[in-house]
């Protein structure tokens, strides 16, 4: 159920269709985040862009390079040349866009979409009474699954030397 309030799109709790499309099947996107305190406005935190498989992802944003198996986490500063080495915090959808992609639905209520296209969607996330998180995707695009992971795996063994290493699986 679609329903135009004030030139704002509002959907009902039937679902995101930019969002279901994604299910099955590998998503990449550009995207802009952005947080709003108190009702001042919007300030950009990051952007970057994501490819997302099942449960697993890479993320470019900040100079950051985070790449994801669904269980590992490998996150790459080649400017300071140092990886960090996670376990995946299975609650974290800020960190996690597979899980946000997943579970979206759960959010409903606190989801408000500004716009939407084919290949584009523009979400306000209610955290709390007093902040919210904003979400452009822009140039969204679906394919078929690929097989194996080898997007989604980083072996720390084929970097430099000089890399700083730290495992805290």
Known sequence: MLTVLGGVLVFAQDGIPVL?????????FHYSYSLSRGGEAFAPVTDGKVLVQDNAYTLEGLGLKVISDGYSRWTLDSDAEELLIET???????????LFLATYRSYMDKIKVNSQGADSLDITLSLDTDTKARFILKGISY?????????FSLDEKSLPSNFVVTDLR
């Open 20 to 28: 279901d499309a994604a299910k099955g099947k590998r998503v990449s």
């Open 143 to 151: 394919s078929e699954k690929e097989d194996g992971k080898s997007d």
């Open 88 to 98: 995946v915090q299975d609650n974290d959808i800020f960190t996690n866009p597979a």
